[in-house]
């Protein structure tokens, strides 16, 4: 099952008289359990595929598509909804909020979206336990650690049950062992929960961990790479 298709997509972006190619025709499917990696040179354009992937920006032509749907010219307000409740955004640092404990920032989003039940409840300690956190479900970011605050982030990109997981650099601040932790804990949670994950990097050492490896040049998608 197709969680995410990018059907001849392209992005253009002003630039002094002319525009530039961030994307440049992309094709690009990921089916529900697939973990995806995204890779090339800085300014390839992996962040707008991201960006496009995410609906945060509408190509300026292609398709995208979610669930087999086409969201491509939809409302703004029905992408929204579409981002908020079928796609899980894990950044570089997670950005938490620091007065919140890490059970409180899954609680968070349930709220956010309207859902105060106890079932978010459970599903936020459930979530934190899938990821290792129970006996720091109470401490505030400041007493966990980077990893630590790291798998906050995914927990909190899975709570509203997502398909699709986009994934920047989530790596970049943490040493080797580290992060080949949090891509074998997101590979995991892929299979588990059967959502598509793309995650962008950089970091070559994690690649042999996808089923699949995307590479970008000048934005577009060029030979598979060797694993
Ligand atoms: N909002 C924008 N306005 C103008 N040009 C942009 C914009 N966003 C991206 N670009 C250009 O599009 C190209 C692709 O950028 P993008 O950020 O997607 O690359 P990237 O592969 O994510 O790079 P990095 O690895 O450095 O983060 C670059 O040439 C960039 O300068």
Redesign the pocket.
């Known amino acids: 099952m197709k969680v995410l298709e990018l059907d001849h997509v392209s992005m253009e972006?002003?630039?002094g008289d002319g525009v530039?190619m961030?994307l440049d025709d992309v094709s690009f499917t990921v089916d529900g359990g697939e973990f995806v990696a995204v890779t090339?040179?800085?300014?390839?354009?992996?962040?707008?595929?991201l960006a496009v992937a995410g609906l945060l920006l509408t190509p300026t032509s292609g398709r995208v598509l979610l669930d087999g749907r086409e969201v491509t010219g939809k409302r703004r307000s029905t992408r929204t909804d579409l981002r908020r409740n079928r796609i899980g955004f894990v950044f570089q640092q997670p950005h938490l909020l620091g007065s919140l404990t890490a059970r409180e920032q899954l609680e968070m989003v349930a709220r956010l979206s309207g859902d105060r039940s106890a079932a978010a409840k459970k599903r936020a300690l459930s979530l934190l336990d899938e990821v290792g956190l129970s006996a720091v479900a109470d401490r505030r970011p400041a007493a966990l650690s980077g990893g630590q605050r790291q798998r906050v982030g995914i927990a909190r990109a899975l709570m509203n049950q997502p398909q699709l997981l986009l994934v920047d650099e989530p790596t970049s601040a943490l040493d080797h062992d580290r992060g080949l932790a949090i891509i074998d804990l997101l590979r995991g949670l892929t299979v588990e929960r059967g959502v598509g994950t793309v995650v962008?990097t950089?970091d070559l050492a994690t690649l042999g961990e996808h089923d699949e490896v995307v590479r970008?040049v000048d934005?577009r998608i060029s030979e598979p790479v060797a694993r």
Do not use: C, E, Y
Request: aromatic letters at 6%; charged letters at 10%.
């Open positions: 972006f002003p630039d530039v961030a090339g040179p800085s300014g390839s354009g992996k962040s707008t595929l962008v950089h970008i934005g």
